[in-house]
């Protein structure tokens, strides 16, 4: 289990909490189907699972641009 930690800004628990307040608030179900969705070619929330490929790609993508990546 992981605990919070004292900073909000870096707490994975407190932005996963964050996460599931948001997907409430867009009326999307989390208790059916994938934690976390992914966006069809229409930008329409998809019921496919989310692959390490998507996670890896996009965190490249975020790393670069942040002239990080090696």
Do not use: Q, T, W
């Not at 179900?29 to 966006?39: A, I, K, Q, S, T």
């Amino acid at each position: 289990m992981i605990k919070e930690c004292p900073d909000p800004k870096i707490c994975p628990v407190a932005n996963l909490k964050l996460y599931v307040k948001l997907c409430d608030l867009m009326c999307v179900n989390l208790r059916e189907g994938h934690l976390f969705r992914v966006l069809n070619s229409k930008s329409e929330i998809a019921e496919d699972p989310l692959v390490g490929s998507a996670i890896a790609n996009r965190l490249a993508l975020h790393l670069r641009s942040a002239g990080i990546y090696d």
